[in-house]
Structure formats: structure tokens, C-alpha cells
């Protein structure tokens, strides 16, 4: 789907792995990470012209340390070691591995001694030193035979090294950091000695995966769960440009969604788009699977299983569809086949739309070669309006795990309102994108307040606003005060039931971000 010319990261656990393949995507060359034990024989079949061996934790002499397979080093192709990648192949290569008598962290300098196509363009910054990020316990301390020493660090023997015969390069430093300002030019060396063609972009990414959906679905039917979040949305938009009427999205309204949302969904893709729509209004049936349930985690499982069961039906109703299109992203797909790396340990959660078991449908994956960013990317070159493609992240679940305990008709209203009214105020304000995600959480609790001449007994609502990278660890956000006190304004002012508003101060962990 992405093209013949492609590079492979092994990735052996380092943080940076994601990174390296972004890099090499940003030069035009589509680039996969795969898992540490890929084989030569599937390296080779799969047509990467080069391989980049990531950083990692461990230390190449450990019992069970992830390595290459040695062959690898015979098998023809351009291979770049990086860091844990670079001693890997000075240690599988004869070469001397030893614990470094410092670690190194952070900046450093490496003295150039030696002269390599993949430094060619790169000039040392003052002298013959080059400004490089390192983060290793490990050094290289004699380069295997064949090999010649590019420079040095004043803790680091062997900071770089080639075998130009065979074209094995390696470095002790991450190119593919920020903090190593040459580390692009290194690397998009390293892509021409591959011999690799630098054509993968957005458009021609959605055009030749287009023509794959045709190829592969022909005149069959493809079913997509559309949920409203971004990836089941730029999914359907680029089945639905491959097939046209061949598809049919489902989606069901389970009542948890914010207010508007299952309107917008309905106008974006059913008017806008002309997509053959099946908007199923479940809202009752979850309703009443929810009935008299307060346990977060039943919530989530009878939740769950609704969506199946409506699922089930309604597909029954649709008529034979051979085809299911899903969302899944990159990070999904390496979270299941990392030896250990950083994708191992993202995202714990579930989603809602679990498919049932016995059904069998064949998968279409249109986007399980992306990042999330890059999804948005596609999304703004279909043309899916700004509010889906930046729309923060949203449970499956969606209200039911933010009205806490009985979740009701009448209660979900409330919250309904109240959240409207922080996701006005928050776009307004200009936070939508810095912010992971802002909300509205109602709580089980009435407090007592005063309204005029009245004494009230009402909901108290919290609010939630937080910042993160990727859900595993978040920040309360420091919103401006009079921001907070808009907000609270509004909400007592504006919803019935409300005469509290609090802000929630708690980071994750050791909270979470949502408050079941
Ligand atoms: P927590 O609350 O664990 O949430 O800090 C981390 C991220 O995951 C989202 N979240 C869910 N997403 N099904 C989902 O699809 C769920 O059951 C669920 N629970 C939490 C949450 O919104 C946050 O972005």
C-alpha cells in the first residue's frame, strides 16, 4: 500500500524508535518499524532497501538481549546501527562491547577523525567537533574488522564507525533527535546510500492506497462502524472515494455522545459527503442496559456489549457485507509486536466497538501504516472538516463514565449542557489544540447553594482540563483564572441543576485523566 521503496526500523525498545521513523518519512521514504527477531528472509522479500537498527535499554551481552539476526549483516542491504543498534553490530560483528566508564546523557561532542558518505554535507560546528545527543551505558570500544572509526568522544572510543565494502554504518549518537542539529542531514545520507526512491507524500499515500481498497474489494460491500472521532472518519472518507456507494457506514448513536455530535456526524457524512449512512438511534437500548449500574467497569462491559448486540442487528439487517473497514493506527499495530519498546507500553484501554466474534468479516486497514498525526494529515487532504480533524480524544464510553454513578436520561442532559459550554469556552479561548482534552464530569453529590432569595440543594459539576503527550501520563492544565471563572459562570448560570463548579487539580498518575 505504501509503495516498493520503503526502509525497516528494528525496533529494540529505545523511545526514540517512533522518532527515527518519522524522520525518514518526513524525507519522502516510507518507513516501518518492525520487531527486533524480523527475519532476513522477510526483510528481503518485503523489498526494504535499507535497515536502521533503533537504540534500546538493554545491553548486548545480557542473557536474552534482543538482537539481529547476524545475517543481516551479509544479506546486501545498507544497515544503520543507532546507539543499543550500533553495539549490536559492533558485538555480532567480532568487534569489542564494552560498559562505558561514564555513562552519557546529553550533549556532546564527537571529534570527526575519519571521512564516510554518511557524513558527507556535514560540517563540524567549531574545530572538528560535531554537537550530537548521546544516551548510552554501553560503548563500542573496537570497531569488528572491516570497519574504520569515524570519531570520538572524550567517553567514547568508537562514537561512529562504517564497513563502506558493505555498507554498514553506525553511530553511538541519535541522529534522530533535535538536539543532534546535523542528525537530518545523517540521515538522508544514509537514504541515498540505500539507493532508496523519495516519493511517499500524503497525496501519493492516499492515491496508491485508494487503488489498493479497489483492487483488493472489487464490487463487494464494505461495512464501517463510523464513530465520529477522527480515524473511523478518514477511514470511511478514503473507502468512500475508492468504492463510492460500495460502502455503508453504521452508526450508532448510544446516546453517551456530547451535544451535537451525532447531528454533526449525520450532516458531515450523510449530507456533505453523500455517504450511505445507517444512523441507528440505540439510545433507549443502552439506557436501559445502564439502568441501576454504577461500577465504572460494568458500565464499560455492558456498554460494550450493547454495541455488539446493535451492531449484530443491524448488520443482519444490512445484508451480507463481506468487508469491515477499521481505524486502526500504527501505534496499535507495534503495540502488539514490540519486543519492548515504547509502543508497549502505550494505552490500556479498550475501545467500545470490539467486534463480535463469531462474525467474520474479511479487514480493511487503510491506516494501520500511520501515525495519528499523519491520519489528520489525510484527513485535511480529503477534506474532513477542521472540528473532526482535530477532535480531542474521546472515551468510547463517551458520557456514561462521566456521569458518575446512575447514569439517567435527565442526568446525562445536564452534563450535556454543562460540557457544552466548556468546549465553547475552551475553542474560544484558543486551547482546543494545546489542551489533550477538556470536559465536564458530573458528580454523585448535591451541595447546598443560594440563588437569589433561595436555598439550593444542587449537582455539583467538576471540570477537567489536561495536558499529555499520549494519555500514559497527563498534567492538570493551568488554565487562565478568568478562564476557570467563565466557565463556572456560565454553567451555574446556564444549566439547571448546577450550583457548583470545581476544578479538578490532579495529575496521572497518580489520578487518571477521566473520573471512572
Ligand atoms: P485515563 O482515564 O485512563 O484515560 O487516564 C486515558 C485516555 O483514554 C481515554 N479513555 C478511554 N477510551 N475507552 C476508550 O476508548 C475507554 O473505556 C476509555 N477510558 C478512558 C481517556 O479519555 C483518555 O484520553
Redesign the pocket.
Known sequence: MAGDEKIAVLDFGAQYTQLIARRIREMSVYSEILPPNTSVAALLQGGYRGVVLSGGPSSVYENGAPLPSSQLFEAGIPVLGICYGMQAMGYLLGGDVVPSERREYGKAEIELTGRSPLFEGVRPDAGDRLQVWMSHGDTVRRPPAGFSSLGSTTNCPVAAMADERRRLYAVQFHPEVAHTPQGGTILSNFLDLCGVKRDWSMPSFIETTIDAIRARVGSDRVLCALSGGVDSSVVALLVHRAIGDQLTCMFVDNGLLRKGEAEAVVHTFRDNFKINLDHVDATSRFLEALRDVTDPEVK?KRIGAEFIAVFEDEAKRLGHIPWLAQGTLYPDVIESVSFKGPSATI???????GLPENMTFKLLEPLRELFKDEVRRVGEVLGLPADIVWRQ?????GLA?RVLGDVTAERLDVLREADAIVQEEIRAAGLEREL??AFAVLLPVRTVGVMGDFRTYANVVALRAVT?QD?MT?DWARLPYDLLGRISNRIINEVHGVNRVAYDISS?PPA???WE
Open positions: 464499560r494505552k490500556t484501554h479498550h475501545n467500545v466497538g480524544p474521546f472515551p468510547g464510553p463514565v489533550w482534552q499529555s494519555a497527563a496521572k487518571t485523566i477521566e
